[in-house]
């Protein structure tokens, strides 16, 4: 087992890894930007060290430092998180060719799940069902226009290099097919330089349905079920659930062997994600899979029981996976809110400070991962993610109302935040029933809110900000806040007035 991990990145995830390290007895080795000098992840670790300026590419992103950290410190093992290097073949690389282990899949995986085309061909070869489309990138308006023609509008235009929403156009008829793949080509190349594009038929309303899976070194795969990701708003997913509740066994039963068979196909290891649309009669097609520990694992530590960061470390240090598939049940259902800075009644405008007051939720069936505490500070230079809740229950229904407590226990003064989005979206009648798709926060869904949210949203505000002042009240501290506190009301009055 490994002595020593350095964590290459920060907030939520780098305090989950730092937890897992912890419990393993395995060293912590934190890395932190200038706006990270006392963040959690930076005071949690075992050691941690500063590497730059807080722009991430001046930091978390420098790949040469990074490395160069982990041999330096001893390290013997590189826990990537999710994003900055967690799918980048280039950096993996650089780790094969050293002694240091990177905790997660080949660099020839991540290459190839990289482009989308090749994903596609390896996927249709193995009999796991794509979106029909093309296979090869296509070279032509002409070729595109037959394609187009064959499979039926409307269609996607999609990067190779692309993913997770990037790089992608719709056209409803073949007047459209000229200009649009002019236009896409041309993004592609800049966005990722490569023009690469390909055809994808459009699967209408689709749900988002992903499957867990993990491979050892040795060849073993199990999948850990299913998780339902539809709530999303311009491909930032909100809320995140497990088991789904559209998936029934039959199904459950063919996407999970699916996705075990596109895992085998390209010789993975360690945790990863397969990604499908799933339309309203249950067909599924592959989409992408995504090579890295996922924001939501959580719900599905929930429901199986497992510890996904021990057993990523378990892994990769060798070890054969530590269960097999027989011994995996779904227990219950977890659901997950994404707790975000930002402004849903102004566009979702992130918003940054200082947390002035920080009280998350606890008791029964509540878990809460966050990078943040009192006194922490919000910037504009990385995701406005405050935090992630997450909630089990043995049955949807309670799980709801477990995530409805949860979010009315929560206080955080000083930023506004989507929590009271969040509870409207949870409390929604089709979301109570399990009838939604991707397209559910869409502009009649915000146009409701608004007409219903005015009133409530001000009693929220309201409600903060009068635990807020009785706690500053009665600090004995009180006269040192005061700078502080002149700042917090102002930010009230700006949401009161908006
Ligand atoms: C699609 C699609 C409909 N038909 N492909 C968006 C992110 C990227 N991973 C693929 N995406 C989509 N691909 C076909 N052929 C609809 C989407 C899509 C979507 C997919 C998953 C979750 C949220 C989404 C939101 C908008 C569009």
Redesign the pocket.
């Known amino acids: 087992m490994f002595k020593k991990i350095l964590i290459a990145n920060r907030g939520e995830i780098a305090v989950r890894v730092i937890r897992a390290c912890r419990e393993l007895g395995i060293k912590s080795a934190a890395i932190y930007s200038d706006a990270d000098k006392t963040s959690l992840h930076t005071r949690l670790s075992d050691e941690s060290y500063y590497i730059g300026l807080s722009p991430a590419h001046e930091s978390y992103l420098n790949k040469e430092k990074i490395i160069q950290l982990a041999k330096e410190i001893g390290a013997d093992a590189v826990h990537p998180g999710y994003g900055f290097f967690s799918e980048n073949a280039e950096f993996i690389k650089a780790l094969e060719k050293s002694k240091v282990t990177f905790i997660g899949p080949s660099s020839k995986s991540v290459a190839l799940m990289g482009s989308k085309t090749e994903a596609r061909k390896l996927m249709a070869k193995n009999n796991v069902s794509i979106?029909p489309?093309t296979i090869e990138p296509i070279k032509s308006v002409k070729g595109g226009l037959k394609i187009s023609e064959e499979i039926g509008y409307p269609v996607?235009l999609?990067a190779a290099a692309g993913?997770?929403?990037k790089g992608?156009r719709y056209i409803s008829s073949s007047d459209e097919f000229e200009s649009a793949f002019e236009a896409t080509k041309r993004e592609a190349l800049k966005a990722f330089a490569n023009d690469e594009i390909y055809i994808?038929?459009?699967?209408e309303n689709?749900r988002?349905i992903e499957v867990q899976v993990f491979g050892d070194m040795q060849g073993n795969y199990v999948h850990l079920f299913e998780r339902e990701?539809?709530i999303?708003r311009r491909?930032q997913k909100i809320i995140e659930e497990a088991p789904s509740s559209f998936v029934d066994n039959l199904t459950r039963e063919k996407i999970t062997s699916a996705a075990i068979a596109a895992a085998k196909a390209c010789n993975y290891f360690n945790a990863g994600t397969v990604?499908f649309?799933m339309d309203s009669k249950k067909n599924f097609?592959f989409?992408?899979m995504n090579t890295r520990l996922q924001v939501e694992h959580p719900v599905t530590e929930f429901i199986t029981g497992l510890d996904l960061v021990k057993e990523q470390i378990s892994v990769a240090s060798g070890n054969n996976l530590s269960f097999k598939q027989n011994d995996l049940k779904i227990n219950g259902h977890a659901l997950e809110c994404r707790i975000y800075a930002e402004d849903p009644s102004n566009n979702f405008l992130p918003s940054t400070g200082l947390i002035l007051h920080y009280v998350s939720p606890s008791g029964p069936g509540i878990r809460v991962d966050s990078g943040f505490d009192n006194g922490s500070q919000i910037t504009v230079h990385y995701d406005p993610l405050i935090s992630k809740l997450i909630c089990w229950s043995d049955n949807r229904e309670s799980a709801i109302e477990r995530m409805l407590r949860a979010l009315s226990e929560y206080v955080i003064g000083g930023l506004i935040t989507n929590i009271s989005f969040l509870k409207s979206v949870i409390a929604h009648p089709s979301f109570r029933k399990g009838e939604f798709d991707?397209?559910f926060l869409n502009d009649d869904f915000m146009n409701s809110l608004k007409k219903l949210d005015k009133t409530k949203n001000i009693k929220e505000i309201e409600r903060v900000s009068a635990i807020f002042a009785a706690i500053l009240k009665s600090k004995s501290s009180f006269n040192n806040l005061r700078a502080k506190q002149t700042d917090s009301v102002n930010r009230w009055q700006e949401q009161i007035h908006e």
Do not use: A, D, R, T
């Open positions: 979106v489309g996607l999609k993913g997770g929403g992608m994808e038929k459009y699967i689709p988002h990701c539809s999303q491909h990604e649309l097609y989409l992408e991707i397209n």
